[in-house]
């Protein structure tokens, strides 16, 4: 029989069980991101792989340091694709991305259409409360200096 050290066991007990709270909040892809989505096979991965295969100072990095700079020049030329890029791909693009994020910001815009405030009954409650909180530190306070 193996003992083990109650932390040895204690750690391998808690990683059974998903944490609460690490779910990653989805961000808004930015335009070159979706234009990548869309090209990077097409358009820019050979132009990536060319660029890296004839760069010595790439080759001669380490494993770490190469994926970094194979991450900046691969940032770099999709940049650099996007300024060249006809209007017709910025207009397919642009129309993605408006498709992605536009309709859910004309969907917030529609929920405040009579053109009252968002705040509820609750809110104003809740408004109340913490101006009641702060007279009754006043009140601590000249109670304190007396």
């Known amino acids: 029989m193996r003992n083990k050290s109650p932390q040895v066991l204690l750690a391998r007990y808690l990683n059974k069980f998903p944490k609460k709270g690490t779910k990653k909040s989805k961000r808004k892809h930015t335009i070159l ?32 340091k190469q994926q970094a700079y194979q991450l900046s020049a691969y940032r770099r030329i999709r940049a650099d694709c996007w300024k060249n890029e006809s209007d ?10 408006d498709e992605e ?35 009754d530190e006043k009140i601590l306070l000249q109670h304190r200096q007396e």
């Open 88 to 97: 017709e791909v910025k207009a397919e693009i642009q129309s993605i991305f």
């Open 101 to 135: 994020y536009g309709v859910k910001a004309e969907q917030d815009d529609k929920d405040n259409v009579d053109g009252n405030d968002s705040e509820t009954k609750e809110d104003e409650d809740n408004d109340n409360d913490l101006n009641d909180d702060e007279d």
């Open 33 to 64: 991101e979706v234009y990548s989505d869309r090209y990077y096979k097409s358009k820019l991965q050979g132009l990536v792989n060319d660029e890296l295969k004839n760069d010595q100072e790439f080759q001669s990095l380490p494993q770490k």
